[in-house]
């Protein structure tokens, strides 16, 4: 049917437009190009394609905190498909909204369900994808030596690829390494994962690496070093609406400041942070200038 080609040939067009788009951070932009698709494929009336474009709106309301709206239909898609591909993005899906729930035994759950669909699809990169959601648990429950196990695989699933998965995978193997007091190895690691982000232009994973290297510098005691990553993470996520950095990056320019004897610029960020994700609790400020942040936060929890 004439019609029918055209609203596929204009639905993957969008798609590919908002793949590129998310590419280059600008999540909302990518929703709002997600959710037009995601409206064609209903269109279309086929049930696979119409699951995909889900799928991929999905995954761009969950980066952007708006999982609540997915997560039922999401369940029910991996519960009824018989579309391994379908089911894949779904599992995956799923194990990303649960770490935004900080409920990381339904991620490892989700995440080895995605793997399993991963190797039945014969798909490097969606195993490596899962590989790392696994390691992003076991590194929230601190179980570190497992999260690291995790990163290398995942590493070594991707290969030499140039991606932003890549990046995302060396960033975290590195803070892994620096909580593990591996610390040489670990700003080597971040690093390399950095310069792939800058390099490929991805940056969400670039704000992520910076974030790793502000918190490596924290440890190691250097906080203008740690502020001036901290800044460049804390910019970059503020440009590109990523809440999750946003706010670990706001920590940590804070405990830079308080590191360096800055104490009135560490309470002023300590309370845009408490107004912004606290509004609730004043004790905030006060008691993250009592704390030695890197004790208490892990970026994967």
Known sequence: MPEAATLYAEYE????????????????????????????????????????AFCNRSAVAIRLGLQE??????????????????????????????????????????????????????????????????????GALNQFDAALEAYREADTLIGNDESERRAFVLANQGYC?????????????????LRLARRIAAPLA????????????????????????????????EAHADQATLKHALLFVGEAYKQGGKVQAA??????LQRTYYPGMSQVPEMLLDVDICRVINLRG
């Not at 997560?71 to 898609?77: D, E, K, T, Y």
């Not at 194990?95 to 339904?106: I, L, T, V």
């Not at 309470?267 to 845009?272: A, S």
């Open 13 to 52: 067009a969008l798609k590919e437009r908002a793949s590129e788009t998310l590419k280059k951070g600008h999540l909302p932009a990518a929703l709002e190009e997600f959710d037009l698709a995601l409206g064609l494929a209903r269109r279309l009336g086929e049930r696979d394609l119409e699951d995909v």
């Open 69 to 138: 709206d997915s997560v039922p239909a999401l369940r029910q898609m991996l519960l009824r498909t018989t579309d391994p591909h379908v089911a894949y993005l779904s599992a995956y899906n799923l194990c990303q909204a649960c770490d935004e729930r900080k409920d990381f035994k339904k991620v490892l759950f989700y995440a080895r369900i995605a793997r399993r669909y991963a190797v039945e699809l014969r798909h490097a990169e969606y195993e490596a994808s899962a590989v790392n959601e696994i390691g992003n648990a076991f």
């Open 177 to 193: 390494l620096l909580l593990t007091h591996k610390v040489e190895d670990g700003f080597r690691s971040v690093i390399r994962g």
């Open 206 to 237: 670039a704000s992520h690496a910076h974030l790793c290297l502000a918190f490596g510098y924290l440890l190691v005691e250097r906080p203008w070093y740690a502020l001036r990553h901290g800044s460049e993470a804390l910019e970059l996520a």
């Open 267 to 272: 309470r002023e960020c300590f309370e845009l």
